[in-house]
T-cell receptor
């Protein structure tokens, strides 16, 4: 158990819908990272927050957004969902802003029908 | 920019045999390198990391990796495979001072261990 929690574990929804994925980092960790794992794209970095502020952006679509709240939990919002958004979404946390060991949550499996 | 290439999407070994999973990286600045393991339906677990200290890094479960700057490689090895090592392994790179530590992953190598 990494100490990072993600909810829900599974999410099945339809095209065009909007979903919210939630992540709670390890106690004391200030950085939260979001990654997407799909068969065709592999593991890709989406976005990072540090202590409530956005720090780095990767290949995140405009339909996707995230935020980190004062209690340090983070949410990833995916809207206007398409079939190709079906993937595993991982959250990871680390103590600092960069190059620290990242601890991964169990992931949320999103299926868009 | 950083990138990682894992040579071989599938590696199959016999129980007790040497495990060698290959990883080559590209980075314009000194890299930090990581190996993660992913068991079915689970998240990623860190096996080991290189952060510019010793070039031979020992990790959990008997794995180790050697950083070779001249070859831009960070191959993962284990002297004797166990059935429980069957999983997918990911090599990843991040770079000091850039992108605040985001990880760039390779495509993964699925390790199969035969009895």
């Amino acid at each position: 158990d990494s100490g990072v929690t993600q909810t829900p574990k599974h999410l099945i929804t339809a095209t065009g819908q909007r979903v919210t994925l939630r992540c709670s980092p390890r106690s004391g960790d200030l950085s939260v990272y979001w990654y997407q794992q799909s068969l065709d794209q592999g593991l890709q970095f989406l976005i990072q927050y540090y202590n409530g502020e956005e720090r780095a952006k990767g290949n995140i679509l405009e339909r996707f957004s995230a935020q980190q709240f004062p209690d340090l939990h983070s949410e990833l919002n995916l809207s206007s969902l398409e079939l190709g958004d079906s993937a595993l979404y991982f959250c990871a946390s680390s103590a600092g802003q960069g190059n620290n060991e990242q601890f991964f949550g169990p992931g949320t499996r999103l299926t868009v029908l | 920019a950083q990138s990682v290439t894992q040579l071989g999407s599938h590696v199959s070994v016999s129980e007790g045999a040497l495990v060698l999973l290959r990883c080559n990286y590209s980075s314009s600045v000194p890299p930090y390198l990581f190996w993660y393991v992913q068991y079915p339906n689970q998240g990623l677990q860190l096996l080991l990391k290189y952060t510019s200290a010793a070039t031979l890094v020992k990790g959990i479960n008997g794995f180790e990796a050697e950083f070779k700057k001249s070859e831009t490689s960070f191959h993962l090895t284990k002297p004797s495979a166990h059935m429980s090592d069957a999983a997918e392994y990911f090599c990843a790179v991040s770079a000091l001072g850039t992108s605040y530590g985001k990880l760039t992953f390779g495509q993964g190598t699925i390790l199969t261990v035969h009895p």
